[in-house]
């Protein structure tokens, strides 16, 4: 590590290994300022071993020696920004690993400003050309977020993705049945059986975002509800919970080692899959069957049963009706044949 001078325009840089052991370089400014700052990242580097996070200080005194704002700067600020917010550890994960691998080495040496619609386009369908175009558009919607977090914050003039809208993902067409998942509940190791009890009973999102996230603290025993904060959204919602449910709660609480909901041995369950995986086979389940089809179920057996869609909404945690509709509606059969036939005859 060392730092080194382009002969090319004269901009500083440093030369290291970052905190995975690969061999990166990070560009400063020009003239005495821009060496300045190469030399204090450089050691920072020598006194720690690797780059620690940067602070919005660290970043802000960056943006005045250069003059220009960069990708691997807006990245850090927004991801400081989303930290303090409450927004998942794995998401933002997922987001800076998608920046560094295949954005911020391109656009290492070029101000944010420069970046075009054009080039991050055909990096991401490069990038991913062997997965689906909702992958790409998942990817595609964070780099957005963060551009557009630039400009609400007067960093950037302008987002490049402005013009780019998300395709529409089609509905998953899922087969579970509540009989079906009263087998593989059967069938299920004992935390799996749990895992699916409490997510029929609250139509959570069934990952470390919302069901394996629930601790005991959310449960409001006097109230009968539960409060589920939904870090998808960054939105809190409270779930009325049924005497027979928290009945089941009350039990499960007197035995817990863990201060989250579901737990396997003590432990808070990171992932759950490849036990729904078994616990299907077990079942003689012979169809695709995910841990979400039970959230799937949850909406759309209430609707079935004469649920109203506003609070089917609000319980599921979408951001409107039209999207529950949009998701559901199409699954319920002859729902708008039932429902004409409730018109009284006129005589």
Not at 35 to 41: C, D, I, T, V
Not at 250 to 276: F, N
Not at 320 to 341: C, F, P, V
Request: charged content about 30%; aromatic content about 8%; proline content about 4%.
């Amino acid at each position: 590590m060392s730092v080194h001078m382009r002969k090319n325009n004269g901009t500083y840089y440093v030369a290291y290994r970052n905190a995975e052991g690969k061999q990166t370089t990070k560009t400063f400014g020009k003239g005495r300022e821009g060496r300045r700052a190469a030399q204090k990242f450089d050691k920072q580097v020598k006194d720690h071993g690797s780059v620690q996070p940067r602070t919005p200080e660290a970043i802000s005194e960056e943006v005045a020696v250069t003059g220009k704002l960069y990708l691997d700067q807006l990245a850090q600020m927004y991801i400081n920004s989303r930290k303090v917010e409450g927004t998942s550890i794995r998401t933002l994960n997922e987001i800076k690993s998608f920046l560094k691998r295949h954005l911020i080495p391109v656009f290492a040496q070029r101000p944010v400003e420069e970046i075009k619609y054009d080039e991050i386009v055909k990096i991401v369908a490069k990038a991913y050309e062997n997965r689906s175009p909702v992958t790409r558009g998942r990817y595609l919607s964070y780099l957005k977020t963060v551009f557009k977090f630039g400009v609400e914050h007067d960093l950037i003039e302008k987002n490049p993705l402005r013009q780019w809208h998300k395709p529409r993902e089609k509905p998953r067409d899922t087969k579970l049945t509540v009989d079906d998942l009263q087998q593989i509940k059967a069938a299920a190791e004992p935390h799996l059986a749990w895992a699916i009890e409490v997510a029929w009973n609250l139509g959570v999102r069934t990952g470390p975002s919302e069901l394996l996230a629930l601790t005991w603290d959310d449960i409001s025993w006097a109230e009968k509800t539960i409060n589920v904060f939904a870090t998808k959204t960054n939105t809190r919602r409270t779930v009325p919970l049924s005497d027979e449910f928290l009945a089941r709660l009350q039990e499960k609480k007197a035995t817990a080692q863990c201060e989250r909901i579901v737990e396997y041995h003590g432990r808070p369950v990171k992932q759950i899959s490849r036990a729904m995986r078994t616990a299907c086979r077990r079942a003689g389940i012979t169809y695709p069957v995910v841990l979400y089809d039970v959230r799937h179920l949850f909406a759309t057996t209430l609707l079935n049963e004469g649920g109203d869609l506003s609070a089917v909404s609000k319980l599921m945690g979408h951001s409107s009706i039209q999207m529950t509709a949009n998701n559901y509606y199409h699954l319920l059969g002859d729902e708008k044949r039932r429902t004409i036939a409730r018109l009284p005859r006129l005589e």
